[in-house]
């Protein structure tokens, strides 16, 4: 026995500092850090089985689904090259926005909403500032674009079309987006009244967290960290794979109240 452990010694090891680094990239539950210390290379292994191989699972179907994504940009790159139809710019935004590449994919959704003014100028014979794009999707991300980007005034008149229109625009996340733009200038009194009505029925991580942050701007911190609580309280209720995906948010919430006190 002493010699199995011997031979298996430096892969239990191995083990154990692959789940940790994993642990440390993906924080998962607490409890499975004392799971991978205590139990050792078992542990490590459960933890690694349970954990880690679906993230490997989720991390192959992503590089596929990136590979066929990409090839697509780059036929449409060539296409809109000759054929400006609308729809053309629409996907290429679309496409660049799930790329991250956020300032090309503001400028597909410009040409798309001017196609589309053009477009309706011409057939319609009305002026350009009545004629809108087929349909709010291009203004949403437009301004999610510029949000995101850390330029919320030009963001303003979009997302404030959009929700004038429809309220629960991408479940409420268009409320959600408007109301940070409009903290991000200031306007903090307005963002107040929309986070609050966005939150109403929005359970969106990344619209308590910027509530969160906009009432400890103002030193609300006992309410500002009871937002970020709330993003924290999801988890133990959420499937796997959405816990996974909401990891990003669980650890900006956990920094946030490490910061905020």
């Not at 050792?40 to 066929?68: M, T």
């Not at 710019?89 to 001017?114: K, S, W």
């Not at 004629?131 to 203004?139: G, K, N, Q, R, Y």
């Not at 929700?163 to 733009?181: C, I, S, T």
Request: hydrophobic share 45%; glycine share 6%.
């Amino acid at each position: 026995m002493g010699l199995l452990s011997h031979l298996f010694f430096p892969w239990g090891i191995i083990l154990q500092a692959l789940a940790i680094l994993h642990f440390i990239r993906r924080r998962p539950d607490t409890y499975w850090l004392f799971v991978i210390i205590f139990l050792g290379p078992l542990g490590a292994v459960i933890y690694l089985l349970i954990e880690a191989a679906p993230d490997l699972s989720f991390l192959s179907r992503q590089s596929a689904r990136g590979f066929s994504r990409r090839k697509r940009i780059r036929e449409l790159e060539a296409l809109v090259q000759v054929n400006t139809a609308v729809g053309n710019f629409e996907e290429l935004g679309d496409l660049y926005m799930d790329e991250g590449r956020l300032p090309q994919a503001r400028a597909a959704f410009d040409r798309a909403i001017a196609g589309a003014s053009d477009r309706g100028a011409l057939n319609a014979g009305s002026s350009r500032d009545d004629v809108s794009a087929t349909t709010l999707d291009p203004f949403y991300k437009r301004g999610a674009c510029a949000v995101l980007m850390g330029e919320p005034a030009p963001a303003i008149p979009d997302l404030e079309r959009v929700v004038a229109k429809e309220p629960d625009y991408d479940f409420h996340r268009a409320q959600g987006l408007l109301a940070q733009a409009y903290a991000l200038t200031g306007q903090k009194e307005k963002a107040e009244a929309l986070f609050r009505e966005a939150t109403q029925t929005s359970t969106m991580s990344e619209t308590y967290l910027n509530f969160a942050e906009l009432l400890a701007s103002e030193g609300r911190n006992p309410e500002a960290r009871s937002w970020a609580h709330k993003i924290l309280e999801k988890s133990p209720a959420m499937p796997a794979y959405l816990r996974r995906r909401e990891r990003p948010w669980f650890r900006k919430a956990r920094k946030f109240l490490g910061r905020v006190q």
